[in-house]
């Protein structure tokens, strides 16, 4: 506020000065003093002021643009610290850490496993120290973790919550990377800040929390140092100091002798948590009367029984770097808490080890159990919990109607008093029936589905959602747990509360055969269900992938037979049903994907594409880990603006630390803990291959060299050089004795690392009679040849990809002969554990082929273009592949299960309808075909590739790729193409349109001229210049006598048709919308009193056509919608786009009903005449849907 007010009034006399000095600028009065210079340099003052109150301006913008944007809820209340905390030197060290230039500081033990020692409540104590009070003025947050925040949507509702609790803002995702980012970005513009990170136990829980948020320091308390960045300062927590012992100990008892004391303190181990529970116990007692010496004397006496030197018989003190001798002493320290317990008190306090540790679970919950077996009142449990808490025994809070955390270290102590697992089953079975009785029954989905007994998705305690599948197991009620993780009802409630890996999670957490199968299932189109909808729209689209899977068919009917609202139901067999080896699919590029890499046992993969975007995918759930951004950013005006870098390289370090990711514009190294970029160099990057022992790395420039890096420095130690041939692909042998670089002129040359000296390795590309002449010149030399993949695998064995699509596989040595792989459609290779060629296709296939043949054993379908990359898994039993169509899929390498039921594969552009119900008429790449619609089975085809459609009457227009334009009667058996006189060039035509009778036909040429002419009549067509700018859309009004279009002018033109009557203009302009984006599709309502546009954001507009004026904007599209559709009855209006999502919408209100999303983009939509049936066409196929109301 004071540098803000400071700048207003440095502004101010700015203005005045100027001022002053325009008035001098035409006058020559003398002016006094020093202000004369205002009147002897008065042009010159008025600029060099003008600058300046400009430039203030811009200033005070940007203060208050900063303060806006750094406005959210009010920093929370300092921590208070209980006054029997001490001082720690350790404080002191962490206090000095975050108040330094450091951006992320651990708080650990150096004992994994332990716990106790007080690392969270020094943490609250370095937070109410002043200095970091004053160094971040209050801006100190604190977010608990724990061991059971597990998996990506737990950690990223765990991000969500302290994005919302910090900045006030409410985004919510599911992919914990996104919401780490989200929170990064809203940190960035936030003033200095200091996070606090409690008790994390995993990489993937921190990892969230370290993306950006330059301004922020991260304090992070853990037991596990392998989870922090190897940047972080790690401030090592022990047990106490003597004196610190003795001051927790004797806070607020009387004075006791010394030798009693320092018989406690030893007895205790100085150990943080037995310190403070022995403390409650005395001072419990002396709360009644009793001598505090006495009270004392007792404690010691239990502890010396029960401690760690019992089992000796004779008493030591307690080695805390013992496992076992923690335990003991926690056991003794615990029950001489527990003896002050009521009656049957040390008996709930066992049974609360049913509970996951330091997850916060309702009272309500703790009181079903205890009323189941003690019988107690709820009041019972609270003043239970109460007396728990006031030992030190759990944490109890008032939020949401109580909560209990308990201690891991006490969870643990606890589970060891249970007994064995036939009573830790009892109790979780115990737990999970009295729960059950606040529940209403269900039965199951179908006959011939198992029935979960209870409807455990109607309960609203999160807790009881995210574990009752753990329960269930631990009951050893696995087929109980099995129909309950199986239900639909209970998959539909996970997907809502958690996301797709939710209800993922629990099937696998089911330890049978038929759960694991209905996991991967579920899993093979997770992707799919993970979008911004309304609750019964994400189910819609559960139902619809899984209605053809045989597992889920009765209780996918059942469950659409009971739907509350309209449902889009599979009318024809989906065209993209997944094959069973296909486990997850990874989105989010937006663009073609170019390279792929694997961490070292598989732990993740990395995969980088044209949107400049390192993505870290988690293979188990395919949720994004991070994102690493290699576009720059520069500046225009205030506001940001992102030049794009694609990434066309990636190494990974084989220590897992670091990955190195390169393209045209430069290589950046990354540690992947962290997210920090390492270094950068600006020179092109077309391959890179990291050393064996994560030392060095060599990259490929295009050029006819080779560079080898030093990994630690980022400093070039060696230029490697091919003589001529530029380098293509390059490889490092995994004993790291050789670099081998694959060149244009389709030869492989080795180098001998680190002094590059070349070993005579010159391995020529195979002789022709091996090779496929397809370009009818010599395989050895030549563009045809060179070599754009290459891979080495275990054994040193050589594979190579040309750029003719040809692939080859060398022996154990490369100066045998090589063997040809069964393909020529080749594009990237790589080399399985076990020596299997993994090959990525053109055609969007993968294939596996054997290792001494190149025969072709396998052939894995997922992807729809160019498959650009390929790896396989440390343990050779699954594969990925990364493609043109922004998509990574991961496939199981086992034996082939089967193959997905799609009947209509290959892409399709455009989709129509015939008005009297029988066919439908699709048009693409492969050609033209006519179905039945009732059933899909085509007529008949032909294979001259369309790329538009156009049905009215008795029949359809087609727009062919060559410029011609076809039509054909319904029900006929083949094409005229003798419509419009053929083009004198072959160039596709833009959009198409009948009108609704069928007798005109628009045409959008590719110079932006639309010819309209008559079908049946034959008579003369007549054209007019849409104006600048391209045309993408044109559609006729209901009853022919006007014509709309639209494209890259961003407005939409309605045309009047005069008749034919030969006047200058014969479709003059006579009236349009105000679109301000592109138009990218049309749409005309039945009546013709309102049309539809939809542009390349995501947006529906609908406008009244006799005002112009805007009546509506439907949003949900995530990119571009490339085809609108309005129902014969008028009241639907279907949207398809990129984002593979089909979607209606209610008109004229513009509500959203309904959709389904499919594997892939959409590019056209039809309505059936009745306004039911719904067709799709896109890059996977062509779909029928049935709208049921």
């Known amino acids: ?153 737990a950690v990223a509702a765990k991000v969500a919550e302290a994005t919302r609790f910090i900045t006030g803002d409410t985004a919510t995702f599911d992919d914990p990377a996104l919401a780490g980012a989200h929170l990064g970005r809203l940190l960035d513009a936030r003033p200095r800040t200091l996070l606090v990170l409690d008790d994390v136990w995993e990489h993937e829980q921190l990892a969230p929390f370290l993306l950006g948020g330059h301004r922020c320091v991260r304090l992070v308390t853990t037991r596990i140092p392998g989870v922090l960045p190897h940047t972080a300062r790690c401030v090592r927590v022990d047990e106490m100091s ?21 018989a406690l303190v030893r007895v205790t181990g100085r150990w943080a948590l037995l310190l403070r529970l022995t403390n409650r116990l005395v001072k419990e007692q002396t709360d009644t009367g009793a001598d505090a010496a006495a009270a004392a004397r007792r404690v010691l006496s239990r502890l010396r029984e029960g401690g760690p030197g019992a089992v000796d018989g004779e008493f030591r003190p307690p080695d805390m770097d013992s496992p076992a001798r923690r335990s003991t002493a926690v056991r003794a320290t615990v029950e001489a808490a527990v003896e002050r317990l009521p009656e049957g008190g040390r008996e709930r306090f066992v049974e609360l080890a049913v509970f996951v540790e330091d997850e916060a679970v309702p009272l309500a919950l703790v009181g079903a ?81 198992p029935g979960p007994g209870t409807a455990w998705w109607e309960t609203r305690q999160g807790y009881l959602l995210d574990h009752l599948i753990e329960h269930l197991v631990g009951a050893a009620r696995t087929e109980r747990a099995l129909a309950v993780a199986g239900d639909l009802r209970w998959i539909e409630a996970r997907l809502v509360q958690r996301g797709a890996t939710a209800p993922w999670r629990d099937l696998t957490a089911v330890p049978t055969a038929e759960a694991a199968a209905r996991a991967r299932e579920l899993g093979s189109v997770a992707h799919l269900l993970d979008l911004a909808a309304p609750v019964h729209a994400v189910a819609n689209v559960l139902h619809s992938r899984l209605a053809p899977l045989p597992a889920w068919q009765a209780q996918v009917a059942a469950r659409q037979r009971a739907a509350d609202g309209p449902v889009l139901v599979n009318h024809w ?86 990955l190195a990711a390169g393209g045209e514009d430069g290589m950046a190294v990354w540690d992947t803990t962290t997210g920090t970029r390492l270094g950068h160099h600006a020179g092109p990057v077309t391959s890179v291959a990291v050393a064996p022992d994560s030392r060095w790395l060599v990259t490929g420039d295009g050029g006819p060299r080779v560079h080898v890096w030093n990994a630690s420095t980022g400093s070039r130690v060696n230029v490697l050089e091919t003589g001529g041939p530029w380098v293509t692909a390059v490889a490092v042998t995994p004993d790291g004795r050789r670099v081998l670089a694959g060149g244009h002129d389709g030869v492989l040359r080795s180098w001998q690392p680190p002094d590059g000296s070349a070993d005579g390795w010159l391995t020529p590309w195979p002789d022709p009679p091996l090779a496929t002449e397809r370009d009818g010149g010599s395989a050895g030399a030549g563009p045809a040849s060179r070599i754009v993949s290459l891979a080495v695998g275990r054994d040193d064995r050589v594979a190579a990809v040309a750029a003719d699509g040809r692939a080859w596989a060398w022996g154990a040595t490369v100066d045998e002969r090589p063997f040809p792989v069964d393909t020529d459609d080749a594009r990237c290779l790589a080399l399985a554990p076990d020596g299997r060629l993994v090959v990525g296709c053109g055609a969007g296939r993968v294939l596996v082929a054997e290792r001494a043949t190149g025969a072709v054993t396998r052939v894995l379908e997922g ?61 693409g790449a492969r050609g033209v075909s006519v179905r ?122 309605v045309s009047a048709g005069n008749g034919g009557d030969g006047g200058d203009d014969p479709w003059p302009r006579v009236g349009g919308v105000g679109a301000r984006t592109e138009v990218h599709a049309l749409a005309v309502a039945p009546d013709g009193s309102w ?84 067709l799709a066409a896109g890059e996977r196929g062509v779909y029928a849907y049935e709208l049921r109301p």
């Open 863 to 923: 992807h729809v273009g160019r498959v650009n990359a390929v790896a396989a898994a440390p343990d050779g039993t699954w594969l990925v592949g990364a493609g043109d169509d922004g998509k990574v899929c991961l496939w199981d390498s086992g034996p082939e299960t089967g193959a997905g039921s799609g009947q209509h594969r290959g892409s399709a552009d455009a989709v129509a309808v015939e008005p009297g119900g029988r066919w439908a008429v699709t048009a």
């Open 1091 to 1174: 049309l539809a546009t939809a542009d390349g954001r995501g947006s529906v507009q609908l406008w009244d056509v006799a005002s112009g004026a805007r009546t509506g904007v439907l949003d949900g599209h995530d990119g571009a919608v490339h085809a609108l559709a309005a129902a014969p009855s008028g009241a639907w209006l279907a949207s398809a786009g990129a984002d593979g999502t089909l979607r209606v919408w209610r008109v004229p209100g513009g509500d959203p009903v309904t959709l389904v999303r499919v594997d892939g983009r959409l590019r056209s939509c039809a309505w059936g005449p009745d306004s039911r049936l719904l």
């Open 1 to 153: 506020m004071r540098g803000k007010l400071l700048v207003a009034v440095a502004a101010g006399v700015v203005a005045v000065l100027g001022g002053l000095a325009v008035n001098p600028a035409t006058s020559q009065a003398d002016w006094p003093g020093p202000l004369d210079w205002l009147r002897r340099y008065a042009w010159a003052a008025v600029g060099a002021l003008s600058v300046l109150g400009v430039l203030l301006a811009a200033v005070t913008t940007w203060l208050q643009e900063r303060t806006a944007s750094a406005a959210g809820p009010p920093p929370p209340p300092v921590p208070e610290v209980p006054d029997w905390v001490v001082d720690r030197s350790e404080r002191d060290v962490a206090v000095a850490a975050v108040c330094g230039r450091g951006t992320a500081v651990g708080i650990t033990t150096a004992l994994e496993g332990a716990g106790g020692f007080g690392k969270t409540v020094l943490a609250g104590a370095v937070c109410a120290h002043r200095r970091v009070r004053r160094r971040f003025r209050g801006r100190i947050h604190v977010v608990t973790m724990g061991r059971d925040v597990r998996g990506p949507v």
């Open 932 to 1053: 039945e619609l009732a059933t899909g089975v085509p007529v008949w085809s032909n294979t001259a590739p369309a790329t538009h459609l156009a049905a009215a009457g008795d029949r359809f227009v087609v727009a062919h790729v060559n410029g011609v334009l076809g039509t054909a009667r319904w029900g006929g058996d083949r094409e005229d193409t003798g419509l419009l006189p053929p083009p004198s060039r072959p160039v596709p035509h833009r959009a198409l349109a009948l009108s609704p009778d069928g007798g005109r036909l628009a045409v959008v040429e590719a110079d932006g001229t639309v010819r309209v002419c008559g079908v049946s009549s034959r008579e003369p067509d007549t054209s007019f210049v849409a104006g600048a700018g391209r045309v993408t859309a044109v559609a006729f009004a209901p009853d022919a006598s006007w014509l709309a279009w639209g494209g890259s002018h961003g407005a939409v033109h």
């Open 242 to 262: 003597p004196a610190q012992a003795r001051h927790v100990l004797t806070w607020e008892l009387p004075p006791l002798p010394g030798d009693l004391v320092d």
């Open 573 to 658: 067999p989906l065209p993209d049903v997944p094959s069973p080896a296909l486990l997850r699919t990874f989105i989010g590029h937006r663009g073609p994907v170019n390279a792929v890499a694997l961490a070292p046992g598989g732990r993740w993969a990395a995969s980088g594409g044209d949107d400049g975007k390192v993505r870290l995918w988690d293979p188990a759930t395919g949720v994004c880990l991070r994102i690493l951004d290699h576009n720059h950013y520069t500046y225009v005006g205030l506001e940001p603006t992102e030049l794009v870098r694609p990434v066309t390289a990636l190494a990974i370090a084989p220590s897992g630390r670091w």
């Open 369 to 449: 159990l205890w009323r189941a077996t003690a019988g107690l009142a709820e009041e019972d449990t609270r003043t239970l919990c109460g007396t728990l808490a006031r030992l030190s025994l759990l944490t109890l809070a008032p939020d949401n109607g109580g909560t209990i955390a308990l201690h891991d270290v006490l969870r643990d102590y606890l589970r060891g008093e249970v007994g064995d697992e036939a009573a830790l089953a009892a109790l979780h079975g115990t737990l999970v029936d009295a729960v059950a009785q606040d529940l209403p029954p269900a039965g199951p989905l179908a006959p011939s589905c």
